[in-house]
Nanobody, 126 residues
Framework: VQLQASGGGLVQAGDSLRLSCAAS????????MGWFRQAPGKEREFVAA????????VYADSVKGRFTTSRDNAKNTVYLQMDSLKPEDTGVYFC????????????????????WGQGTLVTVSS
């Protein structure tokens, strides 16, 4: 499975961005797509995840109500709509495939994800 993340950029606080993660290859049908971010000098942190069918989503408390993840399986693409961006949202954003259910305790743990995209940089200025 190859993942290609895109859509990052430099925006001002309060602006919006939409990230995309295009997947190629066969990952089966029982996996989640997760979004993580990593700020300079900090550990990679969980942002959001979506189930394979797109019915269930989970968000970190820090982005709940501002970010929305969705997926289009016909296009093998997952999206992360980011609204009301804050400077603390700055970081490299990664998408990843995890072979477990969205209810798993592994959901927020980067090491449990099998495949990763290359990351796309989001910079939010104040």
């Amino acid at each position: 499975v190859q993942l290609q993340a895109s859509g990052g950029g430099l925006v001002q606080a309060g602006d919006s961005l939409r990230l995309s993660c295009a997947a190629s290859g066969r990952a089966g049908s029982d996996y989640v797509m997760g979004w993580f971010r990593q700020a300079p000098g900090k550990e990679r942190e969980f942002v959001a995840a979506i189930s394979w069918r797109g019915v269930s989503t989970v968000y970190a408390d820090s982005v709940k109500g501002r970010f929305t993840t969705s997926r289009d399986n016909a296009k093998n693409t997952v999206y992360l709509q980011m609204d009301s961006l804050k400077p603390e949202d700055t970081g490299v954003y990664f998408c990843a495939v995890g072979f477990f259910s969205i209810g798993s305790d592994w959901l927020t743990k980067p090491r449990q994800y099998a495949y990763w995209g290359q990351g796309t940089l989001v910079t939010v200025s104040s």
